[in-house]
């Protein structure tokens, strides 16, 4: 385990050699004023509101704040998910003050992503979208927030893995920088060659086993989505089976945290504190363990036996699996 004096330089040199690169002639741009700044103004300050009686209102709130990134001339923003689910108003702000009303395009729940569509012409230059296969651990990058050039901060990959999230989500492929930025979500994340490769997701403790960052989904997560998302509001692929239950590690154990009120576990019986042991039978120690072998069981809709622990007693409790985008409370676009 490195120390923590070893990290605290590890992420140090990681901005320096960040500056760097966004320095160097072949880099987007020389100075601020050039190539880069310009793109930056694509990166957009999004809000949401959220009627009180959502589904998520509960845990992610009523008022959400975060960035997005303008991707198309017609105003097509893409954020991350969780700031525009069951959003009933949302509107984006460019860094100049330009404001405009904005639709709830689609949300994609395996990715995590989203789309918002500006209802005003924003004057802004769309930001070119590339690819995060090209950014291995060591890869000089630049995390932008909204608010400007100011809100851009250099930062490096320090991780390529997959991540297991306890709201029954799994990113294979996700991207890990340091050091954080103060303002992740839904924040641009800017390659070497100054395209869009991935949106801010969450601020964690163990981008690199101890060293503090944000975790990115990449953006190729959304090409072969978005014409679901923008003509149906979701993707047309038959939707994987959801529970309601979040699921902690814990020494080696899946511990139930929460159930989803009305949810699939809460009608089954599932409570919080239960030990989940098994899917069908089948063993599961890790979240992301779970997850595979809940999915490899079928579509939504699917009844899976959950094995628990609950106060020492071993049980089997049956949960028919449900379509997620029917438990929460979405616009028509959905």
Known sequence: MPSRKNV???????????????????AV????????????????????????DART???????????????????????????????????????????????????????????????EPLA????????????????????????GPEAALPAVVVSRRSFAGY???LLEDAIFTAPPHPAWSGAALLGPDGRLAGIGSLVVSDADPDLPGNMFVPIDRLLPVMGDLLTLGRPSAPPRPWLGINLRELD??????RVAPDGPSDKAGVRHGDRVTAIDGAP??????????????GDAGVTVRLGVIRQGEEREIEVKS???YRYFKLGTTY
Do not use: C, N
């Open 57 to 119: 209102a509960a845990y992610l709130g009523t008022q959400r704040d975060g960035a997005g990134v303008v991707i198309d001339d017609a105003g097509l923003v893409v954020t991350i998910g969780y700031l525009i689910t069951e959003a009933m108003a949302a509107e984006v702000a460019t860094g100049s003050g330009r404001m405009s009303r904005a639709d709830v395009v689609g949300f994609d729940i395996s990715s995590g992503l989203g789309l918002l569509r500006a209802a």
């Open 252 to 257: 080696g154990k899946l511990v139930v945290g």
């Open 8 to 26: 605290v330089l590890y992420a140090s040199r990681a901005v320096v050699a960040a500056v760097l690169l966004f320095s160097a002639p072949s």
């Open 284 to 297: 599961v120690h890790e979240l992301a363990d779970f997850y595979r072998t809940l999915w490899r069981r």
């Open 124 to 147: 802004v230059k769309p930001m070119p979208i590339g690819t995060a296969t090209a950014l291995p651990e060591k890869t000089p990058v630049v995390v932008a927030g909204s608010g």
């Open 322 to 324: 449900i379509d997620r």
């Open 167 to 169: 709201w029954e989500y």
């Open 29 to 52: 741009a020389a100075e601020p004023e050039g190539e880069l700044a310009q793109r930056l103004e694509a990166v957009v300050r999004v809000h949401a509101e959220i009627p009180a």
